[in-house]
C-alpha cells in the first residue's frame, strides 16, 4: 500500500529528536486517532464538548477546571489574555488594545526560551509586557520581588530543557513571592509527563502541549483554577478565533488524556530502553565516539543516548554527523541542539517498531563512511549556522 508520504512526495523521516513541530508534532496514538475520526464528521456543541474536555482535564491533573487549545503556546497567550481581562466580554473584544488593564508578565531571564517561536511573543501576542528579572544564570528571591508592581498580572514559570540548567528560582519559591503580592503563577510545563505536580506546587495554572508526551493531535490543555480557565476559554470570542482548536483536536487531546491514564508505561520504557541498548552496542568501539544513557534534564521517566564526538579520530564532528543522518531517502533526524558542543542525543520516544534497527543500520553507514572518507566529514560548525540560516528563509523553494 502507497503510504501517505510517498504519494505526497515526502521522505520517510525517522525521528529520533523528540516531539517536533517540524516534524508533524507527534505520532498520534490510536485511542486519539479514533475518536478524531469519529467526530469529524459530527456537528458537535463546542461548548459542552469543552465541558468534557475540563472534567477529564480536572481529574487528571486536580485542577478545578480545563479546556483544550490549539496548542500551548496559545495557551499561553490566552491565559495571559484572560488575566487581564477576566470574564469582561466587551474586554475581551477590545484585546490587544489593554489600556487601563494591568498587562506586566514577570519570567526570571534563564526562563525565557524559543521552543520554535520566542516565549516572549507569546506573552506580547496578547498585549501583554514581559518583564525579566535576575540574569541569564541567576535569579534571586528578591529580584522576582521587585519586578513585581501594581501593573503585574501574571508570574510565567518555564519547565524545559532549553531554560538555564542552573541558578533560577525553584516552583515553590517562586509561587510564595508571587502569591505574597497577590500574583497568579503560570507555568508552561510543555513537554512534562507529570500532570499534577506543578498544581500541587503552587501554581494557580499549567499549560502542556497535547501533542508532546501524550501523543495528541496538535493542541494545547489550560488546566488551572475555574475563574481564570474560564477567562482564557472566554478569549475563543476574542483574539483567540486567529488560532481556535477545532473539535477533532479537543475530541483527540481527550482521548490522548485518556489513554495516558492507563498507558502501560513501564512496557513503554522498556521498549525505549530496548533501542538505547541496541545502539548501545552498535556504537561500542568505535574510534572517538562515546555514548552513555542520559537522563532527561528536567527530570521525565525517559533516557536518551548521548553520543560525544572526537573528530580527529571518529572522522566526523557532532554537527556534521547531524547532516549525514538526515541525507538521503530515509532520512533520521537526531537531538541537535547542543552540536556545538560536539554531542547530540538519540531519542527513542517516538518511534514506530522496526525503526531503532534502521537507525542502527543507519549509523553504522554514516559512521564507517567517516572513518574512511575523514576530512569530508569535518567542517567548522560556523558553516552550518550559516546554512541553516539561509535555508530556513529560502522556503518555498
Ligand atoms: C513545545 C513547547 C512549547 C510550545 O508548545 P506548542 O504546543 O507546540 O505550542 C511551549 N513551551 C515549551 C517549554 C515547550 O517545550
Keep these: ?45 463546542m461548548g459542552d464538548l469543552q465541558r468534557a474536555a475540563s472534567k477529564i482535564i480536572a481529574r487528571l491533573t486536580g485542577a478545578e477546571a480545563g479546556c483544550i487549545t490549539a496548542s500551548c503556546s496559545a495557551g499561553i497567550t ?25 498587562t506586566e508578565v514577570v519570567i526570571q531571564t534563564g526562563h525565557i526560551v524559543n ?15 514581559m518583564v525579566a528579572f535576575g540574569q541569564s544564570t541567576e535569579a534571586k528571591p528578591h529580584q522576582l520581588a521587585g519586578a513585581i508592581s501594581e501593573n ?25 513571592i508571587a502569591h505574597a503580592r ?39 490543555i489550560i488546566a488551572g483554577k475555574k475563574d481564570f480557565v474560564a477567562a482564557a476559554y472566554l478569549q475563543n470570542y476574542g483574539i483567540g478565533r486567529g488560532f481556535k482548536v477545532g473539535k477533532e483536536g479537543v475530541a483527540g487531546a481527550m482521548a490522548a488524556l ?6 502501560d508505561h513501564d512496557a513503554v520504557r522498556a521498549r525505549e530502553r530496548a533501542a538505547l541498548d541496541l545502539w548501545l552496542a552498535t556504537l561500542a568501539d568505535r574510534p572517538g565516539i ?23 579520530k571518529a572522522g566526523i564532528t557532532a554537527w556534521d554527523f547531524v547532516a549525514q543522518m538526515a541525507r538521503g531517502e530515509r532520512p533520521v ?8 558542543n560536539g554531542y547530540v542525543f538519540l531519542d527513542p520516544c517516538n518511534l514506530h517498531p522496526g525503526e531503532d534497527q534502521i537507525v542502527a543500520q543507519r549509523l553504522a553507514v554514516v559512521l564507517d563512511a567517516a572513518q574512511e572518507l575523514g576530512a569530508d566529514f569535518i567542517t567548522p560548525y560556523s558553516d552550518t549556522v550559516r546554512r541553516r540560516a539561509e535555508s530556513l528563509t529560502n522556503w518555498p523553494d
Design 333 to 340: 533526524v537526531v537531538r541537535d541542539h547542543e552540536a556545538e
Design 78 to 102: 490566552l491565559t495571559i489574555a484572560g488575566l487581564m481581562t477576566g470574564k469582561d466580554l466587551g474586554l475581551i473584544e477590545r484585546l490587544p488594545d489593554t489600556t487601563g488593564l494591568r
Design 290 to 312: 562515546a555514548a552513555k544513557l542520559s537522563a532527561d534534564p528536567t527530570g521525565n521517566p525517559l533516557d536518551r543516548l548521548r553520543i560525544d564526538f572526537e573528530p580527529a
Design 182 to 220: 497577590g500574583v497568579p503563577v503560570i507555568v508552561d510545563a510543555a513537554s512534562e509527563y507529570d500532570l499534577r505536580k506543578f498544581l500541587a506546587a503552587g501554581a494557580d495554572i499549567v499549560l502542556y502541549s497535547g501533542h508532546k508526551f501524550l501523543g495528541g493531535p496538535t493542541s494545547g
Design 152 to 176: 503585574t498580572v501574571a508570574a510565567l514559570y518555564v519547565v524545559s530543557h532549553h531554560c538555564v540548567e542552573y541558578g533560577q528560582l525553584p516552583l515553590d519559591v517562586f509561587c510564595e
Design 258 to 263: 485518556e489513554a495516558w491514564e492507563v498507558r
Design 1 to 45: 500500500m502507497t503510504s501517505i508520504r510517498e504519494t505526497l512526495g515526502l521522505r520517510p523521516v525517522i525521528n529520533c529528536s523528540g516531539t517536533m513541530t517540524s516534524l508533524g508534532a507527534s505520532i498520534v496514538v490510536p485511542e486519539a486517532v479514533a475518536a478524531i475520526s469519529a467526530i469529524l464528521t459530527q456537528w458537535t456543541e
Design 115 to 129: 521552543y520554535g517561536a520566542p516565549i516572549d511573543q507569546s506573552i506580547r501576542l496578547a498585549g501583554a509586557k
